[in-house]
């Protein structure tokens, strides 16, 4: 039976139906297993794992893996190239990412090209002898966006890997798997638990050989989940698509009055999601000042929960100097549109 994303976000990842069975997989809290089987050890798998990792999965259309973060996700895909291997990346992304990249860049651990993902000609011709292409489609967080199909397509031409960061559009936007993408990565702290209560990442892959590479990274690396909340990930997981739809819906409302905003300079919104970035017409210091005057809005870092978050993004020493002082990154939550948009217009009557 072919379902709707939706109904997926809901049924995906539950106990075969048996009577009395448990609608909902049990967290399994154990370090070791009877021999004969196919774990062993703790370290290898887990049955609440393994619930989390086929929903995503079947979300994304491939087999996943979770772990301990998305940054652990992250750099278990650059911890199987060679020492030394180009790669090509986005010259504006997300700063853990982009402190990794440059990290490795100057030791010799990767050759990072880094380029603006949305000159298409300037990626294209920085993927000569490339062994992988990072991309982030919407960036994080001035949300430029990638003519991904055509970039993976050229990159499949040449026999050069692809990952892309599908956390921002996620799977109810796009499907880099289904575009001929080897990775997608996602942290699933943001959109798909959407509590702000789980730190954890996840790859998908359509790659037999590439999913026991990236499985051993997660095993003799260390990068493991805890069960708990790989189960409370499954159960923000259920909600994803009501939240995340909601949350979209406020911010398409929310950029047209930021947009004729007289305090706002210029509003970045690729036209899909729910995060919002727009440039203050002030100073880094008066910006600042807006996001500490929210009351509703939480001012702090990550995205992606129930609840709106907004930060100045340049408050964080390691992030991308092309990142405008002025820049408010706002994640927009699922309360009432009016209560948020009331909060944004007294923040901004703050200076």
């Known amino acids: ?109 990767l050759e990072v090209r880094f380029v603006d993902v949305v000159n298409t000609n300037e990626v294209i011709e920085a993927m000569k002898g490339c062994a992988l292409v990072w991309l982030e489609s919407p960036t994080n967080p001035c949300l430029d966006v990638a003519e991904l199909e055509i970039l993976i397509a050229h990159a499949k031409k040449l026999g050069i890997g692809v990952a892309v960061d599908n956390t921002f559009a996620t ?13 997608v990565m996602h942290s699933v702290t943001k959109f798909l638990s959407g ?24 095993s003799f690396n260390g990068s493991i989940p805890g069960p708990f909340e790989a189960w409370l990930a499954l159960r923000g997981l259920r909600t994803f698509p009501l939240r995340f739809n909601k949350s ?28 919002i970035s727009f440039e203050v017409d002030g100073t880094g210091e008066q910006t600042q000042k807006v996001c500490d005057s929210s009351r509703l809005i939480t001012h702090a870092t990550s ?14 020493p390691m992030e991308s100097l092309s990142v405008p002082e002025q820049l408010i990154r706002l994640s927009v939550g699922c309360e009432h549109v009016e209560d948020i948009w009331n909060d944004i217009e007294e923040a901004l009557a703050s200076i």
């Open 1 to 109: 039976m072919d379902k709707h994303i939706e109904t997926t976000a809901i049924t995906a990842g539950r106990p075969d139906i048996a009577p009395d069975a448990s609608l909902n997989p049990p967290v399994v809290l154990t370090s070791t297993f009877h021999s004969g089987g196919p774990i062993g050890y703790g370290r290898y798998g887990n049955q609440t794992w393994s619930a989390l990792e086929s929903a995503i999965g079947e979300l994304e259309g491939g087999s996943t893996l979770i772990f301990s973060s998305g940054m652990a996700a992250i750099s278990a895909v650059f911890s199987i190239l060679p020492i030394g291997a180009p790669i090509v990346a986005s010259n504006q992304g997300y700063s853990g990412v982009m402190t990794l990249l440059n990290a490795f860049h100057e030791s010799g651990r």
């Open 171 to 183: 799977p109810l936007v796009q499907n880099p798997l289904a575009m001929g993408a080897d990775i």
């Open 303 to 316: 995205l992606g929960g129930v609840e709106s978050l907004w930060e100045r993004r340049r408050r964080w």
């Open 195 to 218: 509590h702000s209560d789980v730190l954890m990442g996840s790859l998908s892959t359509n790659d037999p050989a590439l999913l026991k590479r990236l499985t051993d990274s997660r």
């Open 248 to 275: 979209q819906e406020s911010a398409k409302i929310l950029i047209e009055r930021l947009k004729v905003h007289p305090k706002i300079r210029r509003v970045r919104y690729p036209g899909f999601g729910a995060i």
